[in-house]
């Protein structure tokens, strides 16, 4: 990833594109309840970009000198390559499995099967040798599905970016 990797704000209809962003490793925040002014505010003072995909209150962003992406919201594919290519990523480095946790967006830690928190289920701990779990609200992660997901995810939105920046570059 780049070294200066934006950080976002995600206004309260796009949880499911941050918890994505978190899974990419990208510092993101998710307000599910909090007025325009305050997402504002707090966009401008964390230095953070807001997502949004309400024209009000994005223009009111871009009034107030701050940074921001207004997204259509209708799938989080093509939410996630506009926010990330008006950003200026080119794209999304999925080595282990990112950085933070989607849940609280606290950074992960690689464990071992013994090292983690709280156990595991003996299935879970079974199947799988390499765990990653969050350093702030102890969630587990591991190589599974889920996990999976979030890798074809992430080709997708690279293949996309790759795609703009030929575009881009052509015209
Ligand atoms: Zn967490």
């Known amino acids: 990833m780049a070294l200066k990797a934006p950080s976002f704000l995600a ?11 978190r899974i990419f490793g990208f510092d993101t925040l998710y307000i599910a309840h909090a007025h325009d002014d305050e997402i504002l505010k707090m966009g401008i003072e964390q230095g953070r970009v807001i997502l949004t995909a309400d024209k009000e209150l994005f223009k009111r962003v871009v009034k107030a000198g701050a940074r921001g992406v207004l997204v259509s919201g209708a799938s989080d594919l093509e939410d996630l390559v506009h926010i990330l290519s008006k950003n200026g990523i080119t794209s999304v480095d999925l080595d282990g499995i990112g950085s933070r946790c989607s849940v609280c967006n606290g950074l992960l830690e690689e ?19 390499e765990f990653y779990q969050c350093t702030v609200c102890n969630k587990v992660y591991w190589e599974g599905g889920h996990l999976r997901r979030i890798r074809a995810l992430a080709k997708s939105v690279d293949s996309k970016l790759l795609l703009l920046g030929r575009t881009s570059a052509t015209t």
């Open 11 to 21: 206004d309260a209809m796009l949880g499911s594109v941050a918890r994505k962003l």
């Open 111 to 129: 464990k071992k099967p013994e090292q983690v928190k709280n156990g595991l289920p003996d299935k879970v701990a079974k199947m799988h040798r």
